[in-house]
């Protein structure tokens, strides 16, 4: 077996430790771009049903049913439910088929019967002196996946691209 030549073995160990770098560094813009679009979404579905929770805590259940409550509302549907689960006013998206079941205070994803990914999150609304209702928000994922995820893809290309530049020019440096 030949034996490799000393220019041999630092090419292929920049290569490796390249390689290596780069696995790492893609895993955690992957990770990162992954939390920041949930994160996003999440704090909008929060707001959302916070300002219609107070709304009806203030003024009562009635205000759920005939009040001026916009069911829609940046990118995000709004449903009340009773104390026993059942839809009580609000809007569902359409063809969404069956929802899961209420889980408060946690942001669950739901993929419909079309195939597109949502995030539902549910929460209590106090009200005094009566029985407590639900608010569940609904929104779909691609409104805030769109930046997040061509970013994420573009850097998934260019990097191992940069990778390849490095190692050819290394490569080819070494070897003058």
Do not use: C
Not at 13 to 39: C, G, H, K, N, P
Request: charged share 20%; no cysteine.
């Amino acid at each position: 077996m030949k034996k490799l030549s000393i220019t041999t073995k630092i090419t292929l160990w920049y290569t490796m430790f390249l390689i290596v770098v780069a696995v790492i560094l893609m895993v955690v813009l992957y990770r990162y771009y992954d939390f920041r679009e949930q994160s996003t979404a999440e704090q909008q579905i929060i707001q959302t049903i916070e300002n219609t929770s107070d709304r009806i805590s203030t003024n009562g259940p009635d205000y759920a049913k005939n009040g001026d409550i916009n069911y829609y509302t940046k990118d995000t549907y709004i449903s009340v439910y009773q104390k026993d689960g059942a839809f009580f006013a609000g809007l569902l998206p359409d063809g969404i088929g069956a929802l899961p079941d209420l889980d408060l205070d946690k942001t669950q994803t739901f993929d419909d019967t079309h195939g597109r990914q949502w995030y539902i999150r549910d929460t209590t609304v106090y009200l005094p002196g009566e029985d407590n209702m639900y608010i569940r928000g609904i929104m779909e994922n691609t409104g805030y996946e769109s930046a997040y995820r061509r970013m994420g893809r573009f850097l998934m290309f260019v990097i191992p691209g940069l990778i390849i530049l490095a190692i050819a020019g290394g490569w080819f440096i070494s070897w003058r």
